[in-house]
């Protein structure tokens, strides 16, 4: 079984490295022509290339209350957290494009780096605390242009599945856009793919997404972001137990 688990997993990355060389070198080619909103066509051949990769991977994505997302207005989609998977899921099988605040660190990847860039998701420097009102100033800025931010509210992946407390970034951020929650659940990833795990595992991820939480927006940014945040956290943990049931 260790064999089997190795040669797929070699199999997955093999993939996972063709799709992103496709995807450059097409993006490549896209520059040189003056195609107007060059970061959405981006954004939409990496959404095909990512379904593709699921499905040629055995990989296989059941996406539940597809109909929750606003199609009239965005907002700020907030997930659980368990896998390196969780942002190619959300990329790949939301119905709406997402931008994300992603470590400065993937700008070192020179393939990785470049769509990051044209894809406008903005580049996180932890170490540098003094920078974070200019990358949510970023990410307002993306959210005053109909595009929905992506945040995973509890900072790191869970170890065990086990949803951990949110922290106030995303809520933050929506509450001074005045801009909805949007709230999402990952069921499956973390047995995909493990934390500190390089062995990939075919398989069914099940992706809930829940309805929008909206504010009146007429207190301080501290008191709706407060209630913004209460109410996520109470909103994924019932997709989560809602998900449990039904399998079970």
Not at 30 to 56: E, G, H, Q, R
Not at 83 to 104: E, N, T
Not at 164 to 193: D, N, T, V, W
């Amino acid at each position: 079984m260790s064999v089997l688990k190795l040669i797929y997993s070699i199999y997955a990355w093999s993939l996972t490295i063709f799709i992103f060389i496709l995807h450059y070198l097409i993006t490549n080619i896209i520059m040189i022509f003056p195609f107007k909103n060059k970061s959405t066509i981006f954004y939409k051949l990496a959404n095909i290339f990512l379904k593709s990769a699921f499905f040629l991977g055995a990989v296989r994505v059941k996406v539940h209350g597809k109909e929750n997302f606003p199609s009239h207005q965005n907002g700020v989609v907030i997930s659980n957290h368990q896998s390196l998977l969780d942002v190619v899921i959300l990329m790949a099988f939301l119905p709406q494009r997402i931008v994300f605040f992603a470590k400065k660190e993937l700008n070192k990847i020179p393939i990785l780096s470049y769509d990051m860039k044209y894809m406008e998701h903005v580049l996180v420097d932890r170490e540098k605390k003094s920078r974070a009102l200019v990358q949510l100033e970023q990410m307002e800025e993306r959210l005053s242009r109909n595009l929905n931010a992506f945040i995973f509210p509890e900072g790191t992946r869970s170890d065990t599945g086990e949803i951990k407390e949110f922290k106030r970034g995303a809520f933050h951020l929506a509450a001074s856009a005045k801009k909805p929650i949007i709230p999402c659940y990952i069921h499956g990833s973390m047995q995909l793919l493990k934390k500190n795990q390089k062995l990939f595992l075919p398989g069914l991820i099940h992706l809930v997404i829940g309805e929008p939480i909206y504010d009146s927006f007429t207190d301080s940014t501290k008191e709706v972001s407060k209630r913004l945040q209460k109410k996520a956290q109470q909103s994924v943990e019932t997709l989560r137990n809602n998900l449990i049931q039904d399998l079970s």
